[in-house]
């Protein structure tokens, strides 16, 4: 059974349904750790939110995109793009966090949050409602919405107005913290989306010169954040931490042959702030592969993350797309190195331990072949199933193409496995 979703009525308040197909019996679909696939859903591309904002994307001049595809109709209120989901932490609410918008910046996006209520029968069972609850529009400290539009930014960071809303987590007073891939930034907002206050990244993260596109703003900077692969993935930490996840080396960590190359390397940093904003250590993972990309990460608690390494690949020519589960206690601080060679770890530097949770391209999961979608970039634990087991869902982001589908995979996992250390590495 699917479910075909509709445009929203002006009430505002309607709900999605979606529908988690289990394939086959979930109790039988299980790996050799325990862990259970409970179901799959999907969300209709053309679904729209509750922001009302439902004028026609105009693309500006200068942009990678100077006009709509043909065939495609892309407007300001598409329910898509969702590169996070978090947990409220109340009952069976959660956040999902859309991006810059259609057309890799080249429109004026409206950045916001969507609130839904997911209610999760007791599993396994084949079917979930998820129901939209608000549409919050995120505004930056002079009270002015955020864009995802590439060309609005300013000389000074504090004065920019475009955002890629890439990581969200919420904080212990409920606000919610949102990384971004611009800058990078990470920026604590109420649920109301009013900015509170701005986080302080090493100058090394930034770049000197902004521009529109990669091949704008990489050829044109020796160091900071690639081009649209600043800071993907974030987490709370223990004792308050946020740790952050950038989604490729910096270009400073890369090597190139020219300016004009693609800068390649394996090197991610993961950015670790105290809770007064400063950046207090980063530790490294090591890429399986250079042409992989991280996407988010999701604490477990005692050191231990899950991270999402995949490749850039869709459907059948997909060939990487893991959940790698992650061990910081006794990765080296490499906040003293500015610059990192980009195929190795430094001399006397370990990076985080890797060990493989699920692979999605698996055969036991039924989940490999023309319906992968390309970018898995969502993480979240839900309430917990039981006593031993967690709910972990996973999100993908159709860039808000119509005709492409938001895909949900629910997982089924058992606490132990997340709270234990393997001695099992991946690393290089």
């Known amino acids: ?48 939110d509750a922001s009302g904002l439902n004028e026609k994307f105009v693309p500006a001049q200068g942009t990678t995109a100077d006009e709509v595809p ?31 918008g259609p057309l890799d910046g080249a429109v004026d996006w409206t950045c916001r949050i969507e609130k839904v209520r997911i209610a ?21 400290c002079d009270g002015i919405p955020f864009t995802g539009l590439a060309s609005a930014y300013e000389a000074t960071k504090e004065h920019t107005r475009r955002l890629d809303p890439e990581g969200i987590r919420v904080g212990k007073n409920g606000n919610l913290f949102i990384s971004d891939e611009y800058g990078p930034r990470l920026i604590e907002f109420t649920t109301e989306g009013t900015f509170v206050r701005e986080f302080e990244l090493p100058d090394r993260y930034l770049v000197d010169t ?8 990489n050829p044109f900077n020796h160091s900071g954040r690639q081009s649209n692969r600043g800071m993907e993935g974030l987490a709370f930490g223990d004792g308050g931490k946020m740790i952050g996840l950038m989604q490729s080396p910096l270009l400073q960590d890369s090597y190139r042959k020219s300016n004009l190359d693609k800068p390649a390397g394996l090197n991610c940093r993961m950015p670790v702030f105290s809770s007064d904003g400063k950046c207090e250590c980063e530790f490294l993972y090591q890429l399986e592969n250079p042409k992989n990309k991280l996407n988010e990460v999701l604490n477990c608690g005692g050191g231990q993350f899950i991270v999402i390494e995949r490749d850039g690949e869709v459907g ?33 530097v370990t990076p985080v331990r890797k060990r493989i949770l699920i692979d999605l391209l698996d055969r ?9 979608p390309e970018k898995i970039e969502g993480l979240a634990f839900g309430p917990d199933v039981d006593a031993e087991h967690r709910l972990l869902l996973v999100a993908s982001d159709n860039d808000f193409v119509p005709e492409q589908e938001t895909v949900i995979f629910a997982f089924v996992v058992p606490r132990q496995l997340l709270e234990t250390e393997y001695q099992v590495s991946l690393n290089h």
């Not at 129901?131 to 505004?139: F, N």
């Not at 589960?325 to 080296?332: G, H």
């Open 316 to 348: 059948d020519q997909a060939n990487f797309k893991k959940l790698i589960l992650v061990s910081t206690k006794n990765a080296t601080d490499i906040k003293q190195h500015n610059q990192l060679p980009p195929f190795r770890a430094p001399e006397g």
């Open 364 to 372: 036991k999961w039924g989940l490999a072949g023309a319906k992968m």
């Open 1 to 48: 059974m699917t479910f075909a979703l509709s445009l929203f009525d002006k009430s505002a308040f309607v709900a999605i349904l979606l529908c988690f197909l289990a394939n086959g019996n979930p109790t039988n679909i299980e790996s050799d750790a325990g862990i259970r696939l409970a179901g799959v859903g999907t969300v209709a591309g053309t679904a729209v």
């Open 210 to 217: 902004p521009g529109v596109s990669k091949p704008k703003e």
């Open 120 to 140: 999760l029968p007791a599993l396994p069972q084949q079917s979930v409602s998820v129901e939209l609850l608000e549409t919050i529009i995120l505004k930056n």
């Open 70 to 100: 043909s065939g495609r109709c892309f407007y300001n209120n598409l329910l898509g793009g969702i590169s996070a989901i978090a947990w409220t932490g109340a009952d069976d609410t959660y956040w999902l966090l859309p991006d810059r």
